[in-house]
């Protein structure tokens, strides 16, 4: 069964130095999106992507965070300079499209994130 | 208020229980409601979809739609210890924005 790949699994860094994500999705998904989940907490998107363009990054601190998805396919979720609030799993999630009312996300295993 | 709301649990029932896990929303326009399993340190995993008013069943799982409630919940018959995880309810307003909106989920402990 297709899934959606993401690296690294985990990642350990100190404050004020940089991360990056990478999230391949499903092939043939058309929608991308990062959501970050605070332990214990729920999912807050940060960036939606429709082929390669961003559809929504109203949640997206853009101060510090920047995604990409150049050729549309996969992506990269970065973080510059990292701050101890950062600390979190970052999931990235694809859909195929069609209708809202049952198209459905699927997750890849997230990057827990640590930042010292 | 928070556009989703669940109880955060832990939500604790025998085994061979009914679990009722329940949801409100705050978005009159939401359209389409999900059930995500989430095992401890793993991502989510779809149970369950529903946009009609009514109960929609799929084996052990019942999800019930109220929207002039605004209410959605998730119903499991024969509650087994497999099932104890975080389930997150979670929300779509299709305004051409078709992110979903998730609860901050609810903890089941199923005892044996």
């Known amino acids: 069964e297709a899934e959606v790949a993401q690296s690294p699994r985990y990642k350990i860094t100190e404050k004020s130095q940089a991360v990056a994500f990478w999230c391949d999705p499903i092939s043939g998904h058309a929608t991308l999106y990062w959501y970050r989940q605070i332990l214990g907490q729920g999912l807050e998107l940060l960036v939606q992507?429709?082929?390669?363009?961003?559809?929504?990054d109203s949640q997206l601190p853009k101060d510090r965070f920047s995604a990409e998805r150049l050729k549309g396919v996969d992506s990269t979720l970065k973080i510059q300079p990292a701050e101890l609030g950062d600390s979190a799993m970052y999931l990235c999630a694809s859909s195929a499209g069609g209708p809202a009312t049952n198209e459905k996300l699927f997750f890849g295993s997230g990057t827990q994130l640590s930042v010292l | 208020q928070k556009e989703v709301e669940q109880n955060s649990g832990p939500l604790s029932v025998p085994e061979g229980a009914i679990a009722s896990l329940n949801c409100t929303y705050s978005?009159?326009?939401?359209?389409?409601f999900f059930w995500y399993r989430q095992y401890s340190g793993k991502s989510p995993e779809l149970i369950m979809f529903?946009?009609?008013?009514g109960d929609k069943e799929d084996g052990r799982f019942t999800a019930q739609l109220n929207k002039a409630s605004q209410y959605v919940s998730l119903l499991i018959r024969d509650s087994q210890p497999s099932d104890s995880a975080t389930y997150l309810c979670?929300?779509?307003?299709?305004?051409?924005?078709?992110?979903?909106?998730f609860g901050s989920g609810t903890r089941l402990q199923v005892q044996p």
């Open positions: 529903i946009y009609s008013n």
């Open positions: 979670a929300v779509r307003v299709d305004t051409g924005r078709r992110a979903l909106t």
């Open positions: 992507f429709q082929d390669e363009s961003v559809v929504d």
């Open positions: 978005d009159r326009g939401s359209q389409s």
